[in-house]
C-alpha cells in the first residue's frame, strides 16, 4: 500500500497548486485527488471531461485523434481520407503499432497517408470538389478496398463542406460505402468525443447494412472483440485463448479489423469490450437495438485474465466453463516460472502511470502479479465512469490526477518518487532526462503484445528491463549538470 496518508496526498496537492492564479488553483483543484475507494462514485472526489485550462501543458489529443487514430483507422482494408491539410494526417499514419496481416497498398491499408491536402484556395472556395476527385481517384488506384472513410480535420467544420452530399454521391457512384465522419479536432474536449463521433457513424453507417441478411451461419458461441487495437499484436494473444476456450471470434475491431467483420457483429451472442472509453457507446447500442450483451474484460496480467476469461465464460454453457478452467490451468503454469524470475527483481517497485483509455486501471493487475504498486493514475480523456472503475483498483490515498499538466505530473514525481512512469510519448524524454525509468504505456515502447498470457511475458520482461537498467544511476538531468559535467558531455 502506499506510504503516503489522505492528508500527506492532499497536502502535496495544495502544494503543486499553489504555482498557479487563483481562478486556475481553484480549476485544477477539482481534477487532482487523493484516492478513497470506499466510495462509490467517483465524482465525489475528481472531476473529468473539462475542457483543459488555457496556457497549461494538456497532453490531450483532439477529437479527430479519438476517430481516426483510434476507432477508424485501424479498420484494415477500408481507405480513411484525411479531408484537411497534409499535417493531420502525416502525424497520425502508422504512429499507433495496429497490426495488421494484409499486403500494403493492395487489400490493407492501415499504414498509407490519404489525405485531400488542403491548400489556401480550397479553403477559401470549399474542398467538395476536390474529395469527389479524391474518392474516384482512390477507387481507380485501389480497387480492392471495401470502403472509404472522409475524416473530417478542423477546416471542413468552420468552412462547411458538405461532406455528406459528396459520401452518399459517391457510394452509389463507386459501389461501395464511404462513410463522412464529422470528427473536426476542435469539438469536444479531448479526443473522447471523437470516439463518440466515430462510434455514431458506425452504429448509422454500417452495423445496419446486413440486418435483413440472413445468409451468415451462426454459432451459440459467437462473440466479438470491440476496443482492443492490436497495439503489437494484443488481440491476437487475447483472441487465441478465446478460441482455446471454445468460442468463435466472429469480429475483432479495430485493430485488423475489416468491414464485413464489423458488418457481422450484430449476429454474434456476446461483445467482448476491452478498452471502455472508445466502444462503450456502440456496445450499448448493439444491447438496445440487437439484445446483444455486453461485458468488459481486462487481458493484462494473469489474476486479471482469470478473472475476465470466469466472467465471458459465466454468459455460456458448461462446455464454455470448462473450457475457461482448462486455458487457465495450461498457462498458469506457464505463467509460474516468468513471475518466478521476474518478481524478486521487480517486487516493492512503485509506479505511476498517466495514459489514455483503459490502462491507467487495466494494467494495475499486471503489476501487482509482479510485486509492483501503482501509486498514482489518471487519465488524458477519461470520464467519471472511468474513475468509478479505477478508485476500486487503487489503494487509499495514493494519487488521482485528471488532465495533468507538465507541471504538475513533473512536481507529483519530484514528490513521490516512483521506481518506474508508464505514460505517453510527449512525457518520455522529460522524465528519462530526469533519470526515471520510463515505459511508453500507449504503444508499449516499439514492444508488445502485453494483452494475454502471452503478452504478461513481455511486459515482465520489459518492465525489468527498464526498471533495472544500469543506465539511470549514471544519468544527470541537463539542467542539474555542473559546469565541468556539462563541458564533458559536449566534448
Given at each position: 500500500m502506499s506510504t503516503m496518508t489522505t492528508e500527506q496526498t492532499e497536502a502535496l496537492i495544495q502544494e503543486v497548486l499553489e504555482v498557479y492564479p487563483e481562478k486556475a488553483k481553484k480549476d485544477r483543484a477539482k481534477h487532482l485527488a487523493a484516492n478513497d475507494p470506499t466510495l462509490e462514485q467517483s465524482n465525489k472526489c475528481i472531476t473529468s471531461n473539462k475542457k483543459s485550462l488555457p496556457g497549461?501543458?494538456?497532453?490531450?489529443?483532439?477529437?479527430?485523434?479519438?476517430?481516426?487514430g483510434v476507432v477508424w483507422g485501424p479498420i484494415k482494408d477500408m481507405i480513411h481520407i484525411s479531408h484537411g491539410p497534409v499535417g493531420?494526417?502525416?502525424?497520425?499514419?502508422?504512429?499507433?503499432?495496429n497490426y495488421y496481416v494484409g499486403t500494403t497498398g493492395v487489400n490493407t491499408f492501415g499504414t498509407m497517408n490519404f489525405t485531400s491536402d488542403f491548400q489556401e484556395k480550397d479553403i477559401v472556395f470549399g474542398g467538395d470538389k476536390k474529395l469527389d476527385k479524391l474518392i474516384s481517384e482512390i477507387d481507380t488506384l485501389f480497387p480492392l478496398n471495401k470502403g472509404i472513410s472522409v475524416q473530417s480535420e478542423c477546416p471542413i467544420g468552420l468552412i462547411g463542406d458538405d461532406i455528406e452530399a459528396v459520401s452518399k454521391r459517391k457510394?452509389?457512384?463507386?459501389?461501395?460505402?464511404?462513410?463522412p465522419v464529422r470528427c473536426e479536432g476542435f469539438r469536444g474536449v479531448s479526443q473522447s468525443l471523437g470516439h463518440h463521433i466515430a462510434n455514431d457513424t458506425i452504429r448509422d453507417w454500417v452495423?445496419?447494412?446486413?440486418?435483413?441478411?440472413?445468409?451468415f451461419q451462426t454459432t451459440p458461441y459467437d462473440v466479438s472483440i470491440i476496443g482492443d487495437y492490436n497495439i503489437g499484436g494484443d488481440a491476437w494473444s487475447s483472441r487465441i485463448l478465446l478460441e482455446e476456450m471454445g468460442l468463435r471470434v466472429v469480429s475483432q475491431w479495430s485493430g485488423d479489423g475489416t468491414l464485413s467483420e464489423m458488418e457481422l457483429t450484430p449476429k454474434v451472442k456476446l461483445n467482448l469490450l476491452h478498452c471502455y472509453r472508445s466502444m462503450n457507446y456502440i456496445s450499448r447500442h448493439m444491447e438496445e437495438k440487437y439484445g446483444i450483451p455486453w461485458v468488459e474484460y481486462n487481458f493484462f496480467g494473469p489474476t486479471k485474465i482469470a478473472e475476465s476469461l470466469r466472467k465471458i465464460a459465466s454468459y455460456f454453457d458448461d462446455s464454455i466453463k470448462e473450457g475457461a478452467e482448462r486455458v487457465?490451468?495450461?498457462?498458469?503454469?506457464?505463467?509460474e516460472p516468468i513471475i518466478a524470475k521476474f518478481r524478486p527483481r521487480l517486487e516493492g517497485k512503485r509506479v505511476m502511470l498517466y495514459v489514455g483509455g483503459l490502462r491507467p486501471r487495466h494494467t494495475i493487475g499486471a503489476y501487482e502479479d509482479l510485486g509492483m504498486e501503482v501509486v498514482g493514475a489518471g487519465y488524458e480523456f477519461g470520464h467519471n465512469d472511468d474513475y468509478d472503475r479505477t478508485i476500486k483498483e487503487m489503494g487509499n490515498a495514493t494519487l488521482l490526477y485528471?488532465?495533468?499538466?507538465?507541471?504538475e505530473f513533473e512536481e507529483f514525481v519530484k514528490a513521490?518518487?516512483?521506481d518506474l512512469i508508464g505514460s505517453g510519448i510527449k512525457e518520455k524524454y522529460i522524465f528519462q532526462k530526469m533519470g526515471i525509468p520510463f515505459r511508453q504505456m500507449h504503444s508499449w515502447d516499439y514492444s508488445g503484445p502485453y494483452h494475454g498470457y502471452d503478452g504478461f511475458a513481455i511486459f515482465a520482461r520489459d518492465m525489468d528491463m527498464t526498471l533495472n537498467n544500469p543506465c539511470w544511476g549514471k544519468l544527470i538531468a541537463p539542467w542539474k549538470a555542473t559546469g565541468s559535467e556539462a563541458a564533458a558531455k559536449a566534448a
Amino acid at each position: 500500500m502506499s506510504t503516503m496518508t489522505t492528508e500527506q496526498t492532499e497536502a502535496l496537492i495544495q502544494e503543486v497548486l499553489e504555482v498557479y492564479p487563483e481562478k486556475a488553483k481553484k480549476d485544477r483543484a477539482k481534477h487532482l485527488a487523493a484516492n478513497d475507494p470506499t466510495l462509490e462514485q467517483s465524482n465525489k472526489c475528481i472531476t473529468s471531461n473539462k475542457k483543459s485550462l488555457p496556457g497549461v501543458m494538456t497532453i490531450r489529443g483532439c477529437a479527430y485523434a479519438g476517430s481516426k487514430g483510434v476507432v477508424w483507422g485501424p479498420i484494415k482494408d477500408m481507405i480513411h481520407i484525411s479531408h484537411g491539410p497534409v499535417g493531420c494526417g502525416q502525424y497520425s499514419r502508422a504512429g499507433r503499432r495496429n497490426y495488421y496481416v494484409g499486403t500494403t497498398g493492395v487489400n490493407t491499408f492501415g499504414t498509407m497517408n490519404f489525405t485531400s491536402d488542403f491548400q489556401e484556395k480550397d479553403i477559401v472556395f470549399g474542398g467538395d470538389k476536390k474529395l469527389d476527385k479524391l474518392i474516384s481517384e482512390i477507387d481507380t488506384l485501389f480497387p480492392l478496398n471495401k470502403g472509404i472513410s472522409v475524416q473530417s480535420e478542423c477546416p471542413i467544420g468552420l468552412i462547411g463542406d458538405d461532406i455528406e452530399a459528396v459520401s452518399k454521391r459517391k457510394s452509389k457512384e463507386i459501389d461501395k460505402p464511404v462513410v463522412p465522419v464529422r470528427c473536426e479536432g476542435f469539438r469536444g474536449v479531448s479526443q473522447s468525443l471523437g470516439h463518440h463521433i466515430a462510434n455514431d457513424t458506425i452504429r448509422d453507417w454500417v452495423l445496419p447494412t446486413r440486418d435483413n441478411d440472413n445468409s451468415f451461419q451462426t454459432t451459440p458461441y459467437d462473440v466479438s472483440i470491440i476496443g482492443d487495437y492490436n497495439i503489437g499484436g494484443d488481440a491476437w494473444s487475447s483472441r487465441i485463448l478465446l478460441e482455446e476456450m471454445g468460442l468463435r471470434v466472429v469480429s475483432q475491431w479495430s485493430g485488423d479489423g475489416t468491414l464485413s467483420e464489423m458488418e457481422l457483429t450484430p449476429k454474434v451472442k456476446l461483445n467482448l469490450l476491452h478498452c471502455y472509453r472508445s466502444m462503450n457507446y456502440i456496445s450499448r447500442h448493439m444491447e438496445e437495438k440487437y439484445g446483444i450483451p455486453w461485458v468488459e474484460y481486462n487481458f493484462f496480467g494473469p489474476t486479471k485474465i482469470a478473472e475476465s476469461l470466469r466472467k465471458i465464460a459465466s454468459y455460456f454453457d458448461d462446455s464454455i466453463k470448462e473450457g475457461a478452467e482448462r486455458v487457465i490451468a495450461k498457462y498458469n503454469a506457464e505463467m509460474e516460472p516468468i513471475i518466478a524470475k521476474f518478481r524478486p527483481r521487480l517486487e516493492g517497485k512503485r509506479v505511476m502511470l498517466y495514459v489514455g483509455g483503459l490502462r491507467p486501471r487495466h494494467t494495475i493487475g499486471a503489476y501487482e502479479d509482479l510485486g509492483m504498486e501503482v501509486v498514482g493514475a489518471g487519465y488524458e480523456f477519461g470520464h467519471n465512469d472511468d474513475y468509478d472503475r479505477t478508485i476500486k483498483e487503487m489503494g487509499n490515498a495514493t494519487l488521482l490526477y485528471d488532465d495533468v499538466t507538465g507541471y504538475e505530473f513533473e512536481e507529483f514525481v519530484k514528490a513521490v518518487k516512483p521506481d518506474l512512469i508508464g505514460s505517453g510519448i510527449k512525457e518520455k524524454y522529460i522524465f528519462q532526462k530526469m533519470g526515471i525509468p520510463f515505459r511508453q504505456m500507449h504503444s508499449w515502447d516499439y514492444s508488445g503484445p502485453y494483452h494475454g498470457y502471452d503478452g504478461f511475458a513481455i511486459f515482465a520482461r520489459d518492465m525489468d528491463m527498464t526498471l533495472n537498467n544500469p543506465c539511470w544511476g549514471k544519468l544527470i538531468a541537463p539542467w542539474k549538470a555542473t559546469g565541468s559535467e556539462a563541458a564533458a558531455k559536449a566534448a
